[in-house]
């Protein structure tokens, strides 16, 4: 199996067809164009796949591609000079991330480490094809806001969680997130469509797994979750929340 350069294993790589160019040419017309469509149309675009717990870029890689989420979670975390890792954003389907060379050229480096937290399958684009779109057309532009609006909502709202310095509350905080962003409504209450190991949940939050796995315990005996082959289900997310409260 072959390493891909930005520290990740690709278990495909699937470039668009040739003839696609940054004026999007292949893309739906008018208003029916999605995210999607865009970057996929993009000159040098391909579809790549990430195994969970591989990183997609480290800090200081050259930020020279743009990426957009389809299936999957992405961990997205500042690591400081101390060592300390904190996470400010997971990512979900449809999430649009690696835009930095957007703003600053693409001879900028990445100020964040990205890794893949479920099996990604991911759309990546070069910036200077983006670039080039959102010169061509307005509309690209607009889609490309939407997209970092979504994003930046993200971004708030895992830093509101991680300002909790109960871990108890931060991690119930973090249970109801994730119930938002990838919960599926069941007969038995709402079940997080990841499968979460207690050292992922742990990093994500800046926790250890034994505290985790303590944590989880008491709200399992409280009967406000369950987990079945490291799928969370929240049985009451209003109960959940007023201990949260």
Known sequence: MAVAPGGFSRYASQPVAQGSSPSLANAPAGNSRTLVDVIRALEGASTEMVERAKTIFFPGDPAERVYLIRRGAVRLSRVYESGEEIT????????????????????????????????????????VSVRQAIEDDSGVGLLLLQGLSSRILQTETMIETLTHRDMSSRLVSFLLVLCRDFGVPGDQGITIDLRLSHQAIAEAIGSTRVTITRLLGDLRSAGL?????????????????????
């Open 225 to 245: 979750v369950e987990i079945d082959r490291k799928k969370i289900t929240v049985l009451d997310p209003i109960a959940l929340a007023k201990r949260f409260n």
């Open 88 to 127: 400010v954003a997971l990512l979900r389907e449809n999430s649009l991330f690696g835009v930095l060379s957007l703003l600053t050229g693409h001879r900028s480096d990445r100020f964040y480490h990205a890794v893949a937290f479920t099996r990604v399958e991911m759309i990546t684009a070069p910036a």
